[in-house]
Each structure stands twice: as C-alpha cells, then as structure tokens.
C-alpha cells in the first residue's frame, strides 16, 4: 500500500499546482488592446453673414504726376521788313518809341532784344515808322526861367533841409518835400515830364545840404543820370522802367533820395500807387535792408506823406 499512497500524494500534487495555475492565470488581466480612434470629420463652419453682391469697380483711376512743361523758345528773327534806325548818343528805347509813334515792347520784340536797357549809340534797330528828328536833352545848364511863362514850367519835388515838414511833407531826417518851378517845359504827357525831371534832376546843381535860408533846397539825384527805358501811366497806378548806377550813403541821404525820385514819379503821373524798376530790379531793393522786400513791390503815397489823388 505504500506505493499506493505515494501515487495518491504525487496526484494531488498534481492537482494542487494545476489549480494555482488556473488561479494565478485567471487572476491576471489580459491588458486590452486600444482600438484605433475613427477620425472624427472636421466640421465645415458655417456662417450666419450673408454674402452680398459682389460690387463690380466702375472705374480704374491712375494717378498721374505732373510734369513740368517743357520750355520751347521760338527762334526770334529781326524784323528785317520794317525800316533802319541808328541809335544816337542818349538815345533809349523810349525815347525812340515815343519818337516813332510805337512802344518799347514792340521794338523789343521786332529787333530780338532781351534788355531793352542795353543799346548803344551805333546800333541799327527796326523801326515800324519813320523815328522824329531828335530833341536835344537838357544840358547841365537849365535854360533861363524868363523864356518860359509860370504856366509853362513844370513843378516838381525838391528836398528843403531842415524844415522838419514845415512846408511839405517831412522825409527823411527832418526834411521836407516841397514844389518848386523849374527851368524846363511842361508837356500834356505824364510819361514825358517824369522822363524831363528824372533828366534835369540828373543834372542839376547838387544845392546846398545845409540851407542858409528857406529858399535853399537840395538835389540828391545830382549826378546819377539815370535812364528811362519805358513809361507806362494807369488808371490809379504808374509803371517806370530805369536803368542806371544808384549808389547809396547813408540813411538819411538815402530816404531823402527815394523820395524825390518816387515823389515826383506818383506826383507827376497824378496817381496813388508806383512800380519802378531800376536794372531790371524793384527799386525797393536798393533802400530796404531787411530782405523781406517783394519784387512786385508797389510804391504808395502814404510813405511819403503825399496827400492822396481823389
């Protein structure tokens, strides 16, 4: 029986690991397999905004710069139809206008002249009409008040020192404008005398800078002779072309020196307002210092406490 009982023990050995096999197997947990992830569809966003109609441009601009415009000069050719004139010493443009019954801009234009300042004696001009004999300029020597009645003189502006606007105007450092007769002929143009006294001025006596009396006046314009190239008399306003050396010396001489000449200019010429040029420049230029002056500067009588035209 012994080895009966060695059977029996080996079998339920047998048994007993069998079963802790199956315990130990159905203990465990098989880990499970994930399944795959079904791609979710992305969903199509929706919106609540209306389309609206398309708007079709209706037009296409294009900006377009500027550009400057080219300079195009005509070839300028004398006019060799009208008739010869040879310019004679004093002569300017003006006077040859004046004389020839036509004007210092078509003169310029029929001989191809870029400064009507600049013609010399010798040079042969066109000219429309026949140009009249010329009249002598005054010279240093005014002719004799006796060979003139006072209602043929012409009047115009002198500088009465130290009379602080006694008797005129006050310019200057206390001096005064005040008329005077002078030894020339009065013309019925206003062009032609403010020609006349620029001219006379030009040559007078200086006078006397410190007067000792009332009747003692003085010329600044002594010694300059400066010339007229055009004269144009408005309605209200006048317009004087010079050319000519203007040296200046001092504020006092100068302010009693641009009021006689632009005194007499807007006197003269019976107006309120004054454009003078002088080489083609405004006359301002020369008298004021602060370089704000403006090209077109016009001249006033309230600067020379001249009365107004009505």
């Not at 001219?199 to 600044?220: H, K, L, M, Q, V």
Request: proline content about 9%; some cysteine.
């Amino acid at each position: 029986m012994g080895w009966i009982k060695k059977w029996a023990l080996a079998a339920m050995l047998v048994a007993s690991l069998a079963a802790c096999n199956l315990t130990s197997s159905s203990s465990l947990t098989d880990t499970p397999t994930p399944e795959p992830l079904t791609s979710v569809p992305s969903a199509t966003p929706t919106s609540d905004i209306i389309p609206t109609n398309t708007l079709t441009p209706t037009a296409t601009f294009t900006a377009t710069v500027p550009q400057p415009p080219t300079a195009v000069l005509p070839s300028c050719i004398p006019r060799g139809d009208w008739k010869q004139y040879v310019v004679l010493p004093g002569d300017t443009l003006f006077r040859i206008a004046e004389r020839g019954n036509t004007t210092v801009a078509e003169l310029t234009t029929g001989n191809c002249i870029d400064d009507p300042s600049k013609i010399v004696s010798g040079q042969i001009l066109y000219v429309p009409n026949d140009v009249a004999t010329v009249t002598p300029r005054p010279s240093a020597t005014p002719e004799p008040t006796a060979t003139l009645s006072p209602d043929e003189q012409l009047e115009a502006y002198v500088i009465l020192s130290e009379d602080d606007g006694a008797q005129g105007p006050q310019v200057g450092c206390g001096d005064s404008l005040v008329l005077q007769s002078l030894p020339i002929a009065r013309s019925e143009y206003a062009a032609a005398n403010i020609e006349a006294v620029i001219d006379y001025f030009g040559n007078a006596p200086e006078g006397t800078r410190n007067p000792a009396s009332a009747s003692d006046t003085y010329n600044p314009l002594h010694g300059y002779n400066l010339s007229v190239n055009n004269i144009a008399v408005n309605i209200g306003y006048v317009e004087v072309d010079l050319s000519g050396d203007m040296i200046l010396s001092g504020v006092c001489f100068d302010a009693i020196l641009e009021a006689q000449l632009v005194g007499n200019v807007l006197y003269l010429a019976n107006v309120n307002e004054a454009v003078i040029m002088l080489n083609g420049e405004n006359l301002i230029y020369r008298f004021d210092m602060s370089g704000n002056a403006r090209r077109d500067y016009v001249y006033t009588r309230d600067k020379f406490n001249l009365p107004n035209v009505p």
